[in-house]
Nanobody, 121 residues
Framework: VQLQASGGGLVQPGGSLRLSCAGA?????MAWFRQGPGKEREFVAA????????YYADSVKGRFIISRDNARNTVSLQMNSLKPEDTAVYYC??????????????????WGQGTQVTVSS
């Protein structure tokens, strides 16, 4: 599995960006993680293999939406109402986590290369 993330960039606070991750087969659970300057990698959002249930970090709940397009083998992260603290390198990941490990980076075997998101005025 090779994952290719795209869609990052510079956006003003309150703006929106849409990240995409290509190469994600429908048999894998998918997630987005991020790593801000001087911070550890943290969970952002996940979709289970079935694609019917989504999970979010509290910090992004209500602002970010993760979705899957099985026909195109892509997973997207729609990010709205962006804040400066959302600034980070965003990584997509694929794996077969169980429910209790959905938010753990170690549960995902495959990773994209990361895309930079900068929220600044």
């Amino acid at each position: 599995v090779q994952l290719q993330a795209s869609g990052g960039g510079l956006v003003q606070p309150g703006g929106s960006l849409r990240l995409s991750c290509a190469g994600a087969g429908r048999t894998y659970g998918m997630a987005w993680f991020r790593q801000g300057p001087g911070k550890e990698r943290e969970f952002v959002a996940a979709l289970r293999q079935s694609g019917s249930n989504s999970y979010y970090a509290d910090s992004v709940k209500g602002r970010f939406i993760i979705s899957r397009d099985n026909a195109r083998n892509t997973v997207s992260l729609q990010m709205n109402s962006l804040k400066p603290e959302d600034t980070a390198v965003y990584y997509c990941a694929a794996g077969r986590p169980i429910l209790s490990t959905l938010t753990m980076a170690g549960a995902y075997a495959y990773w994209g290369q990361g895309t930079q998101v900068t929220v600044s005025s």
